[in-house]
């Protein structure tokens, strides 16, 4: 939705009155525009908040003008009563706020989640701030800092977070977990949403929230704060109870998801803890903005051993990946043989390189890396695997001790999205929108052959590579988006292989989360009700919906079709 002039008018004057950095001029709003996805949607203007403060002082002001426009200034509990009233009737309706609050970090988002047309919150160039115990392994970032400075640091005494991505060198920690963000240490390790910690929030209110780890006294002393904050908590906790089978629905066969409010991650029944963070990892800034995190970090193995394994068969993947798993991989990654083609175009010493490992029959690699304390160790458990390889599945792996060779494959691998995205002919572009699919690796014999029958019927091109070990799998599809047709092609393989993957027992979205490209789908993967408690959540913390609108929730194909590139 866009600002309406007046609105537009009345916040430039406010952010120029309070000295704000920030800027409408065309080129920033050029690149903000843009981000990893399909889309293009322009802001009307990008800010650069120095300090908590002023996002607080922001999102009052907003909250004042929306309420404002809705007729409801100084009527607070109207508000209140008619939300709580349509919660009730269990048909919650979203308002569309005339101006609108999203951020933006490195711009790596796969699905156009930091894309908006309202205003843009960048962090990065002041919010950037961060301090690593190594002693407790922990980490507090502001949400400006890329993850790289981040890694740099933490490379010093041999830690790393586990959810960085294969976009590490240039993404930023706020959209890793505004995306719930996972890649090769992952399967180890745990996404992003296993090792955070609690979060530090600004609401719709333009009060600053910690969430973070409670326990059951802690709980009940929360829900009877009579404020916003107790607000929340009784709300999220009449949710919890409402929906308690739609909840527990929400846990399924696979260790990863990125789509919807993760409120099954929220309340550990034997324990009794409660958390909200979870619901804020993967929300895409939907339910406010995360200015800091606290951050669990691991510690780097000493030795590492790379199998490398041709495979010519995709039927043979459910028992290769078993063997795999089987001893305790620290990364299993895959690439395909179009994946490469394209990777000759960009990186062709490296792609060179990979090839001598592929025969005219491969179709795919495999990286298989195991970790341990000393290089016997590793040794021995990659040798055996390899013969284990051989023997069962008829497959050869490559014990991979050049460097060279080690750094081109997983260069290839880390480049895959890239390449795909940058290998443009004509009109013809890799649109992620299925790109983040994930299911239980046992159910592979029955997915591979079938989505390649999905794509095969509609003549659609792929290149597929991802975190396959957990059952993450990237494929990019091929489409010409000069067609008038586009939107209905992309919609129609979107329904298709997502029925697929919600039969089998998967996820829609892994860890690239919904934004404009899943959003529209949320409801016919989870069902109404389910949906219907997202929207819940939306509105117990965004009544206004002035954060990050028509993500997760009041998604359309109308908004793809508004927004896809078209050359």
């Given at each position: ?303 590492h051993a790379l199998l490398a394994m041709p495979v010519a068969s995709l039927s043979k993947l459910p028992g290769i990946l078993q063997i795999i798993m089987a001893h305790k991989p620290e990364s299993v990654e895959t690439f395909d043989v179009n994946t490469l083609n394209s990777a000759q175009k960009f990186k062709p010493a ?206 359309s194909i109308a908004e793809i079709e508004k927004y896809i590139i078209r050359k």
């Amino acid at each position: 939705m866009n600002i309406p002039t007046d609105s537009l008018q009345t916040m430039l004057a406010f952010l120029t009155e309070k000295k704000y950095d920030f800027t409408s001029d065309q080129s920033v709003l050029d690149l903000h525009s843009r981000d990893a996805s399909a889309f293009v949607v322009r802001p009307k203007v990008v800010v650069y908040p120095r300090n908590n403060i002023e996002i607080r002082i922001l999102a009052k002001k907003v909250n004042e003008l929306e309420m404002k426009r809705q007729g409801a200034i100084g009527s607070i509990k109207r508000l209140v009563d008619s939300i709580s009233q349509s919660l009730r009737i269990g048909s919650p309706k979203l308002n569309q706020a005339a101006v609108t609050l999203s951020t933006r970090a490195g711009g790596t988002c796969m699905s156009g989640g930091s894309l908006s047309t309202g205003i843009i919150i960048n962090l990065t160039k002041y919010m950037n701030a961060f301090e690593v115990d190594f002693e407790a392994k922990m980490a507090e970032v502001e949400m400006g800092v890329m993850y790289r400075d981040l890694e740099a640091e933490m490379l010093t005494r041999n830690l790393f977070f586990s959810g960085y991505t294969s976009s590490k060198d240039i993404c930023g920690v706020g959209g890793m977990i505004g995306n719930n963000s996972s890649g090769e240490k992952s399967i180890l390790y745990g996404a992003t949403i296993d090792n955070v910690e609690s979060v530090d929030v600004v609401l719709s209110d333009g009060e600053i929230y910690t969430f973070g780890p409670l326990s059951p006294e802690e709980f009940v002393s929360k829900r009877s704060k009579d404020d916003a904050e107790g607000q929340i908590y009784r709300k999220i906790g009449k949710i919890i109870q409402q929906y308690s089978r739609e909840i527990q629905a929400m846990r399924r066969p696979v260790p990863k998801c990125a789509s919807g409010y993760r409120i099954e991650r929220v309340y550990d029944k034997e324990t009794g803890m409660l958390n909200l963070a979870p619901l804020f990892v993967g929300s895409q800034s939907t339910l406010g903005i995360i200015t800091k995190a606290r951050l669990r970090l691991n510690e780097s193995r000493k030795a590492h051993a790379l199998l490398a394994m041709p495979v010519a068969s995709l039927s043979k993947l459910p028992g290769i990946l078993q063997i795999i798993m089987a001893h305790k991989p620290e990364s299993v990654e895959t690439f395909d043989v179009n994946t490469l083609n394209s990777a000759q175009k960009f990186k062709p010493a490296e792609a060179g390189l990979v090839r001598t490992l592929f025969s005219a029959e491969t179709e795919l690699m495999i990286l298989a890396e195991f970790a341990g304390d000393t290089i016997e160790e590793v040794h021995d458990v990659a040798e055996t695997v390899r013969v284990r390889m051989q023997a069962d599945c008829m497959v050869s792996p490559v014990h991979v001790t050049d460097m060279l060779l080690y750094q081109a494959l997983w260069t290839i691998r880390r480049s895959s999205f890239g390449v795909m995205r940058d290998d443009v002919q004509g009109t013809n572009h890799a649109i992620p929108c299925i790109e983040d699919i994930i299911v239980p690796i046992r159910k592979f014999d029955v997915f591979i052959p079938e989505l390649i029958s999905i794509l095969k019927n509609r003549n659609i091109k792929y290149g597929f590579h991802g975190h396959i070990g957990d059952g993450a799998l990237r494929v990019i599809p091929i489409f010409d988006v000069s067609r008038p047709d586009i939107v209905r092609q992309i919609s129609e393989l979107c329904k298709a292989v997502f029925k697929l993957v919600h039969k089998l027992g998967g996820n829609m979205s892994a860890d690239h989360s919904d934004g404009i490209i899943r959003s529209p789908f949320l409801k016919g993967f989870y069902g109404p009700r389910t949906y219907q408690m997202f929207v819940e959540i939306k509105n117990a913390f965004d009544p206004l919906n002035i954060w990050n609108p028509n993500k997760k929730v009041g998604g359309s194909i109308a908004e793809i079709e508004k927004y896809i590139i078209r050359k």
